[in-house]
T-cell receptor, first 109, second 115 residues
Framework: QQQVKQSPQSLIVQKGGISIINCAYE??????FPWYQQFPGKGPALLIA?????SEKKEGRFTISFNKSAKQFSLHIMDSQPGDSATYFC????????FGKGTSLLVTP | DAGVIQSPRHEVTEMGQEVTLRCKPI?????LFWYRQTMMRGLELLIYFNNNVPIDDSGMPEDRFSAKMPNASFSTLKIQPSEPRDSAVYFC?????????????FGPGTRLTVL
């Protein structure tokens, strides 16, 4: 049973554009919502995370928007760059992370 | 710190053989997680430990899979006997979980191919 649903599966964005990835979760007990970034041949690495007491968190070009009532959260990448091309995973947890299935992002020059 | 260390990085074996994957977590971390990544199923949590004690192994797919953590600096994931459908990338991650931090640090993974 997939506890976190992620969309889209893949995304192509032009350089300078905005990349948006969406996730939805089921378990209202989850209290930590990270986004991980994974490059080919590497393990996932934490990009940005949010807790449900705030609706938005911004770090540089990366922003998480969180809607607790809808049980949804999203990652926005502003001014997308070719170096952002990677697979992005959302997750939700208490202690153990429940990952979405990932979004493969390609930023074209 | 060297980060989470996994070995081997690549393993090719034949069906029926025993496979042992190894992980050294980041020093001082008290949680250790084993994940499996495939194209079809994404990242799946297999098992996690807290202070060397297995807490949740509900993600372990079958009795062929077993994991141990004999001390704070070492864990193994064993598959015996291995099958072609076990082919995947296996990640180990560690964490020091507190009220303000749940970040997990992933190792580079072991790519397992079972022929």
């Amino acid at each position: 049973q997939q506890q976190v649903k992620q969309s889209p599966q893949s995304l192509i964005v032009q350089k300078g554009g905005i990349s948006i990835i969406n996730c939805a979760y089921e378990n209202t007990a989850f209290d930590y919502f990270p986004w991980y970034q994974q490059f080919p041949g590497k393990g996932p690495a934490l990009l940005i995370a949010i807790r449900p007491d705030v609706s938005e968190k911004k770090e540089g070009r990366f922003t998480i928007s969180f809607n607790k009532s809808a049980k949804q959260f999203s990652l926005h990448i502003m001014d997308s760059q070719p170096g952002d091309s990677a697979t992005y995973f959302c997750a939700a947890s208490g202690y153990a992370l429940n990952f979405g299935k990932g979004t493969s992002l390609l930023v074209t020059p | 710190d060297a980060g989470v260390i996994q070995s081997p990085r690549h393993e090719v074996t034949e069906m029926g053989q025993e496979v042992t994957l190894r992980c050294k977590p980041i020093s001082g971390h008290d949680y250790l997680f084993w994940y499996r990544q495939t194209m079809m199923r994404g990242l799946e949590l297999l098992i996690y430990f807290n202070n060397n004690v297995p807490i949740d192994d509900s993600g372990m797919p079958e009795d062929r899979f077993s994991a141990k953590m004999p001390n704070a600096s070492f864990s193994t994931l064993k598959i015996q006997p291995s099958e072609p459908r076990d082919s995947a990338v296996y990640f180990c991650a560690s964490s020091l979980i507190g009220p303000l931090n749940n970040e997990q640090f992933f190792g580079p993974g072991t790519r397992l191919t079972v022929l």
